[in-house]
């Protein structure tokens, strides 16, 4: 078995923040290595566990949810954040994701659709629902047809398609036989010529430029 999955969730109530522990307990890829009850001690906790993957809720005392995501990865850029709320598709929730969140499970999820948006994130890849990646594509930066951008090259579009599906740089690196370095390289220079600040915002721009479909991602 490889390295185990760390965890740290963050929910005010108690009682949820033990219930998602509790569902994560005999998972063997993974171990909930930490809890925090509000949005500052989430970013303390963060910073001191440095945790892989990261439940957060985002209706918070002391700091919201969405401003500890900003936070945590200005510091962590490699955490992978998975918004776990029970308020749906509020702008909240749309406003996690382009701070930097790549997955989005709801509270009434099973316990296998948690397990796999950690399994997923873990390795870098999105987990965000169709409906959620429609909402986005209407709500989020949405640019006019004459914003002039930066073209890709050939290999750029081949790494935006794969990022936009929800790809690792690991798996898109096995899949065009190039190093990993490389692509981050391509994916350095993708976010840089779209003006997108994570891989979300990359995404939507390739669902917009009708790169990728929505039954692709």
């Given at each position: 078995?490889g ?9 005010d109530h108690f009682v ?8 994560l307990?005999d ?12 949005g ?8 001191r ?5 990261i439940l957060?809720?985002?209706?918070l ?5 969405v401003?500890a995501i900003?936070?945590?990865?200005a510091e962590?850029?490699?955490a992978?954040?998975i ?10 929730v749309?406003?996690?994701v382009e701070?930097g969140?790549?997955?989005?499970v709801?509270k009434t999820?099973?316990r296998?659709?948690l ?5 997923r ?15 986005m594509?209407?709500h ?6 004459g914003?002039a ?6 290999r750029?579009e081949?790494?935006?398609r794969l990022?936009?599906?929800g790809?690792?740089?690991?798996k ?7 190093a990993?370095?490389t692509v981050?390289?391509?994916?350095s220079h993708?976010f840089g010529?779209?003006g ?5 915002q990359?995404?939507?721009?390739a669902l ?5 479909s929505?039954e692709?991602?």
């Amino acid at each position: 078995m490889g390295e185990l999955i760390q965890v740290l969730v963050v929910d005010d109530h108690f009682v949820v923040r033990k219930g998602v522990c509790a569902l994560l307990v005999d998972a063997a890829d993974i171990t909930v290595v930490g809890e925090a009850g509000d949005g500052r001690e989430a970013v303390e906790q963060a910073r001191r566990l440095r945790p892989r993957v990261i439940l957060m809720d985002l209706k918070l005392p002391e700091l919201g949810g969405v401003e500890a995501i900003r936070r945590i990865l200005a510091e962590q850029p490699e955490a992978g954040i998975i918004v776990l709320t029970a308020y749906g598709l509020e702008a909240e929730v749309l406003a996690a994701v382009e701070a930097g969140a790549i997955g989005y499970v709801a509270k009434t999820a099973e316990r296998e659709e948690l397990l796999t948006a950690i399994r997923r994130v873990a390795r870098g890849e999105l987990y965000l629902p169709a409906r959620l990646t429609r909402r986005m594509l209407v709500h989020l930066h949405p640019q006019s047809s004459g914003a002039a951008i930066e073209p890709l090259t050939e290999r750029e579009e081949e790494v935006l398609r794969l990022l936009a599906r929800g790809w690792s740089n690991q798996k898109i690196a096995g899949e065009l036989g190039i190093a990993e370095i490389t692509v981050r390289t391509h994916v350095s220079h993708v976010f840089g010529k779209l003006g997108a600040n994570n891989r979300v915002q990359a995404a939507l721009h390739a669902l917009r430029a009708g790169l990728v479909s929505l039954e692709d991602v």
